[in-house]
């Protein structure tokens, strides 16, 4: 496995090669940087690593500062003494987020989380595994709605419990029982609304998992499915997708 170091410590460094010299995994150093700007030279002129440690605070900067000129493919490791950027280190390939001194035991659980992600030995084409993470983040977390005149109005994707087409439009219903029209297509909203979240029921139903109040089995193998909310027809599961629907619930 191919490794990249920033890092802008001496003693942290010699602290991360020493724990890694320790794991059982085969590992090469093929580069050690301590700054923002060498940083970037060094990924824009070199293949990409296998895996990156890096350190938050730099000699130049914060190492989030690379990802504005270059992407990073591979999966990142942070490493710092400071434990207030981690949500931020998750949004950006990060598999683990180890604070200094880095322990033999933290270093363990993050080379196993990376295996274990891949579902190969580290060290392989970590391409896929970092196209997944990225597309979660790029599902819709918010809307702006049309209103009257040139109101719009903003409407967060956790309150919206379903989207159904009625009269042509396509409507959402949010958890305090308000109703807003939507322009784009039932089919666009169901690829723009994270599927862990979201569940396309029949041609005319998008039901969000908060919003199901319970489920009846029906004749022929399909289901009802009632919701927390009114909305215009009965809901109905096919027999095809009822299998489907119970593994996503």
Request: hydrophobic residues 45%; negative net charge; aromatic residues 10%.
């Amino acid at each position: 496995m191919k490794v990249l170091i920033i890092e802008d410590e001496n003693a942290a460094a010699r602290n991360l090669k020493a724990v890694l010299a320790e794991m059982p995994e085969s590992t090469e150093i093929v580069g050690e940087i301590d700054s923002v700007s060498d940083s970037v030279s060094w990924l824009k002129t070199h293949p990409m690593p296998d895996l990156v440690f890096m350190d938050i605070h730099l000699a130049d900067g914060s190492a989030f500062e690379i990802f504005d000129h270059i992407e990073i493919t591979c999966p990142i490791i942070f490493t710092t003494a400071y434990d207030e950027y981690a949500l931020r280190a998750f949004k950006v390939n990060s598999i683990a987020y180890l604070l200094k001194p880095i322990s033999h035991d933290d270093m363990r659980q993050a080379l196993d989380k990376l295996s274990a992600l891949s579902g190969s030995p580290a060290g392989n084409d970590f391409t896929r595994l970092m196209q997944e993470l990225k597309r979660s983040e790029s599902y819709r977390t918010h809307f702006l709605i049309p209103d009257t005149g040139d109101r719009l109005i903003p409407l967060s994707v956790e309150h919206i419990l379903c989207f159904y087409i009625n009269d042509g439009s396509v409507k959402a219903v949010d958890d305090k029982k308000r109703v807003f029209t939507f322009p784009q297509s039932l089919d666009e909203m169901t690829e723009q609304l994270d599927p862990r979240r979201f569940f396309r029921a029949n041609r005319q139903y998008l039901i969000a998992k908060d919003a199901i109040e319970d489920v009846h089995l029906w004749f022929n193998g399909r289901l009802i499915v009632n919701l927390k909310v009114p909305v215009p027809d009965r809901i109905v599961i096919s027999k095809a997708k009822a299998h489907e629907f119970k593994e996503w619930f």
